[in-house]
């Protein structure tokens, strides 16, 4: 079934209620600020919520019990519902809980687990907008809790150790079994391996907190997607609905939120499967190589319209 009003998309069997719910017109209420937004992406990443897994989209509305996961090469970022920004970096998996808005001594409160489950995170707040809101939120790692209020860290989960770095302002790090720490000097970091206790904190140089930090930072022309972008890749065009489904499919389940367009040409019905948003020809054309080499998709192609 195809509905839309400006394009169309391939729906599977039993959602066309659900397709023209989609398109109601909005109600005259003034919607809520999300607890946390979708902002950008560098494709493949997946949305897992309520046992089922979709590819992750620009400006969806996050929930509790929702996770994140991303592919290799890829990035996400959030912008939260205090106007902090979350970055993930690659083969990442990221868990939202307790989040939650309010308003305490005539201010925005704003509470929340993170659970860094696998992979590179940051969690920054624009020195402007740190006196705007009072927050509570809670990093959770494998074997560790860093609790933050208004402040710039940089951390990362894996099998091997767990590292809590310290961008500006202060974090309060727990470590089951271990006393708490408090990290209140720029450019430190705090260091836990699996087989003994976390090592005390140390400094580091900005090089290598740069170096950290490249590791959840969006990569130009590496496939990357934003509310701005104006670049699309085509990744199908037949007059086959079966086989602009089928490829449909394969993209999102490979992570690439993609959509299908109805098209008419020399009288001609025809379906376009296409990826759009991508922020510049150069991300364009990353996302045409990957679909070409990993999904095998030979009529790739890239435009600005």
Do not use: C
Request: charged share 20%.
């Amino acid at each position: 079934m195809i509905y839309s009003r400006r394009w169309l998309t391939l729906l599977p069997a039993g959602t066309a209620l659900a397709a023209l719910l989609s398109f109601a017109p909005a109600s005259h209420a003034i919607a809520a600020t999300p607890d946390a937004e979708v902002e950008a992406l560098q494709m493949a990443a997946w949305l897992t919520r309520s046992g089922k897994r979709m590819p992750l989209e620009i400006g969806t509305a996050l929930k509790n019990g929702d996770t994140i996961t991303t592919g290799p090469g890829s990035r996400v970022v959030l912008r939260m519902a205090d106007a902090s920004t979350v970055k993930l970096g690659e083969s990442a998996r990221f868990e939202l809980h307790d989040m939650a808005q309010g308003r305490e001594r005539n201010q925005d409160t704003f509470k929340a687990k993170l659970n860094v489950r696998q992979g590179a995170f940051r969690f920054t707040t624009a020195p402007e907008d740190r006196l705007h809101a009072l927050r509570e939120i809670d990093v959770q790692f494998i074997s560790m809790t860093a609790s933050i209020v208004g402040t710039d860290i940089w951390g990362k989960s894996g099998i091997d150790r767990e590292v809590v770095a310290l961008v500006d302002g202060e974090v309060r790090v727990k470590r089951k079994g271990e006393a708490p720490v408090v990290m209140n000097q720029p450019k430190s970091v705090y260091i836990a391996e699996p087989d003994g206790p976390a090592r005390p904190v140390s400094s580091i140089t900005l090089a290598q907190l740069n170096g950290f930090a490249q590791e959840t930072e969006m990569q130009t022309g590496s496939g990357g997607i934003g509310k701005a972008g104006a670049w699309k890749v085509y990744a199908a065009r037949t007059p086959d609905q079966q086989e602009a489904t089928a490829v449909y499919e394969k993209l999102r389940d490979a992570g690439f939120a993609a959509n299908v367009q109805q098209v008419f040409s020399g009288g001609k019905q025809f379906y376009q499967v296409r990826i759009a948003n991508l922020l510049s020809e150069a991300d364009g054309v990353a996302v045409a190589a990957k679909l070409r080499i990993e999904l095998r998709l030979q009529n790739v192609s890239v435009a600005l319209n």
